[in-house]
């Protein structure tokens, strides 16, 4: 969601279609079954995990080169940084051994760069684990192969390589359990108290305005800076320093699809008001809600509007007061003519907000002059596939002009 100066600046950055977390990886070769390498980077990475899953801090340490000294210590601090996550289950898939080419060390020490999946699941939250892609470098001694490093393949600013980025990696995870809601986070407790109580708020609301079928709860990832979050997502700091929080997760209808994840920028959350803190949460909360009823067949404006319908729906608050910048528009003279398009939505674009309150606009349009249940179904319908305007006539019986051209007028009366 993004946050401008006045406290009802919060709107919301979703990704549909696209697991942001981890960057999750389908394609390569799959590893050779014969492989002596490969069979003995399987072996390792199970040991791995199972220590991992155990607490087993001797056993994680073991398979670590202990000549990689940086590698093993920066190891050993997440191996302590995970102790309080509540892991249901954690593993690794090799992808494939020598993704990238490592010639040997000085010594002569063997080396190969192993692409590899890592998969994860919360107690008590995922149904389906969180899965990222992971470029691990290892090193043989004697008959022995040891994890040795995860940064070799980095190559320039844009480019390489690059091991998906975790909360754990950056810090020791408080974990506060809501309700309805699981804070992983980097911050103060009471810091994270207060992003679990928005989501136990949420949880009812969004079940409420969209229905069951859906896990009614949420998982929230809180690190303690906009760096912090930026690297979470693979994204530039400055393109989301206004965004307050990111729902990542995959669209698509995919019910095996990976867990999904709230992902808090701190500095944005915490410039908002307690109402703009719910509004954010409730927002998020719907993505998560609605993404199984989510696909490429979705537009933004529609995602993005119900999502805001659901966290305003029983604010109080005017039209105005929750469209300002559309407003300012409207009275200068500069009713948009069009629906927002999907590239509207970008964190950069320089309508983002005009974008979002459009939306909004066009989704309570669709709630107050036909029925909530009515723009519900339509949200599910849209994710079939089919053209935008048929779906529109099957639902509302109007097609996609005269919906514009209503469109406008409300947002001309609205805010006019």
């Known amino acids: 969601m993004r946050v401008g100066k006045r406290w009802v600046r919060a709107f919301a950055v979703a990704v549909s279609g696209v697991l942001l977390v981890g960057g999750c990886t389908t394609g390569g070769k799959k590893a050779a079954a014969g492989s002596g390498v490969d069979a003995a980077a399987r072996s390792l990475l199970a040991q791995h995990a199972a220590a991992v899953l155990h607490h087993d801090r001797t056993a994680f340490l073991a398979g670590i080169d202990p000549s990689a000294t940086s590698f093993r210590a920066r190891q050993s601090k997440v191996f302590g940084n995970l102790a309080e996550v509540p892991l249901a289950a954690w593993s690794y898939q090799l992808v494939r051994t020598g993704a990238f080419p490592l010639p040997p060390t000085a010594d002569g020490t063997r080396r190969t760069a192993a692409e590899v999946r890592l998969s994860y699941r919360l107690r008590g939250y995922d149904a389906r684990p969180v899965v990222s892609t992971a470029y691990l470098t290892l090193a043989r001694h004697g008959t022995r192969w040891y994890l040795a490093g995860d940064q070799d393949g980095s190559v320039g600013a844009a480019g390489g390589h690059r091991t998906a980025v975790q909360l754990w990696d950056q810090g020791p995870v408080r974990v506060v359990r809501g309700a309805h809601s699981l804070v992983l986070g980097l911050g103060a407790a009471r810091t994270l108290r207060g992003y679990a109580d928005d989501a136990d708020k949420a949880v009812p609301e969004v079940r409420h305005a969209f229905g069951s079928g859906w896990p009614g709860s949420v998982v929230i990832e809180a690190p303690s800076t906009l760096d912090q979050m930026a690297a979470?997502?693979?994204?530039?700091?400055?393109?989301?320093?206004?965004?307050?929080?990111?729902?990542?997760?995959e669209g698509g209808g995919n019910a095996a699809a990976p867990a999904d994840r709230v992902i808090v920028n701190p500095a944005a959350f915490g410039e908002l008001s307690a109402f703009g803190r719910q509004v954010v949460l409730t927002h998020e909360t719907t993505h998560v809600a609605t993404r199984l009823s989510t696909t490429a067949h979705t537009p933004l404006w529609l995602s993005e509007g119900v999502a805001d319908w659901v966290a305003y729906r029983d604010s109080g608050r005017t039209a105005p007061e929750i469209a300002p910048e559309l407003a300012a528009d409207v009275k200068a003279g500069r009713t948009p003519t069009a629906l927002p398009t999907d590239a509207?939505?970008?964190?950069?674009?320089?309508?983002?907000?005009?974008?979002y309150e459009g939306g909004w606009l066009?989704?309570?349009?669709i709630a107050d002059q036909w029925s909530p249940e009515t723009l519900t179904a339509f949200y599910r319908a849209v994710a079939k596939g089919g053209t935008l305007d048929a779906r529109l006539r099957a639902s509302l019986g109007i097609g996609l002009a005269e919906f514009t051209t209503r469109w406008r007028s409300s947002v001309e009366q609205e805010l006019g």
């Open 232 to 249: 979470l997502l693979a994204v530039k700091p400055a393109d989301y320093q206004d965004i307050a929080a990111v729902t990542t997760g």
């Open 344 to 355: 509207d939505f970008r964190s950069t674009a320089g309508n983002l907000a005009q974008a």
């Open 362 to 365: 066009a989704c309570r349009m």
